[in-house]
């Protein structure tokens, strides 16, 4: 992300499961369902990202030619976490940069695991090649089972010891959120836009 200051952090649970099931399932209902979405969310190359969808449907990402996810990529992705039934909104009023601040200040209080999941939230976790990088927004996912492991390791900093620089309510939203994992039995998908 070239300048994320103004991106929000827009938080669903959604069932990665679900998502990664139609990877490589040659569901072609899929594309044509998600083709007039395509066109009205990236209406620069709506025919772009129905190719990647299509690839992701026929295909079994990550794609090792595939290096650096684009924001038709991100789009991709994006549209076909709308296939399944339901993704509920998750109240979150952060700047998505917050995740940076966040980690870098707890980056020696925190476990390796806990920081590479500050880091996804930070700069996204692709689902189809190795990195993210666009000019705008990004995406990440948060498995339940991660999700838990985050909360419990913030949770002990958003009472009293929170770092210079962080905001202490960021932190007990941030927890908050990733507490809604395990209440809905769901993962967490992330949208930075």
């Known amino acids: 992300m070239d300048d994320d200051m103004a991106l929000r952090a827009n938080f669903y649970s959604f069932d990665l499961g679900k998502l990664t099931d139609l990877f490589g399932s040659r569901k072609e209902d899929v594309v044509m369902r998600l083709r007039p979405l ?36 991100v789009c991709a992705g994006e549209l076909l976490t709308r296939e399944q039934e339901k ?19 707890l980056e020696e209080e925190l476990s390796a695991q806990a920081r ?23 995406y990440a ?15 002990r900093f958003g009472d009293t010891q929170v770092p210079q620089g962080v905001a ?14 395990e209440q809905r039995d769901a993962d967490l ?3 930075a836009s």
């Not at 509920?88 to 966040?102: P, R």
């Not at 590479?116 to 990004?138: N, V």
């Open 38 to 73: 395509a066109r009205d969310m990236y209406p620069e190359e709506p025919k772009l990202v129905v190719d990647h969808i299509k690839r992701a449907i026929r295909e079994n990402p990550p794609f090792e030619d595939l290096e650096i996810e684009d924001e038709a990529w």
């Open 168 to 181: 202490r309510l960021f932190v007990l939203d941030l927890v908050a959120v990733l507490d809604s994992c």
């Open 141 to 155: 996912y948060v498995t339940r089972k991660e999700a838990l492991v985050l909360a419990d390791e913030l949770r």
């Open 189 to 191: 998908w992330m949208l």
């Open 116 to 138: 590479e999941l500050l880091t996804f939230l930070a700069q996204g976790r692709p689902l189809f090649g190795t990195a993210i990088k666009t000019a705008w927004s990004y």
């Open 87 to 105: 993704k509920y909104f998750v109240e979150f009023d952060w700047q998505a940069s917050s995740f940076a601040t966040l980690a870098s200040a």
